[in-house]
């Protein structure tokens, strides 16, 4: 899936391949999760959230990043950052 804008993702696969999306700069797949992906600036800018599951997240299969239930990553001028809640 091919995504200009932000959406909000609930996925529930038992067996098989993750859902994917595509974004501007990144790219998205989740097995089983509950995910927000907010881009602005055309891509330039973009917020990954979950509060369910797992999300892998980054600009290729080489350079990834894990968001688990409660955490952000955050892109932002060509660099990502992830945002864990404080206990």
Known sequence: LKLQG????????????????????LF?????GAF???????GEQ??????RGV????????NTWVVEAGEKGIYANGKIELERPSN
Do not use: C, H, W
């Not at 998205?28 to 089983?32: A, C, I, K």
């Not at 999300?55 to 080489?62: R, T």
């Open 6 to 25: 932000s959406a909000r993702f609930d996925i529930r696969i038992a067996a098989g391949e993750p859902f994917r999306v595509e974004g501007t700069k």
């Open 28 to 32: 998205m797949r989740s097995v089983d």
């Open 36 to 42: 927000l992906i907010q881009q602005e600036n055309k």
């Open 46 to 51: 973009a917020v990954v959230s979950t509060n």
């Open 55 to 62: 999300v892998i997240f980054g600009y290729d299969e080489k």
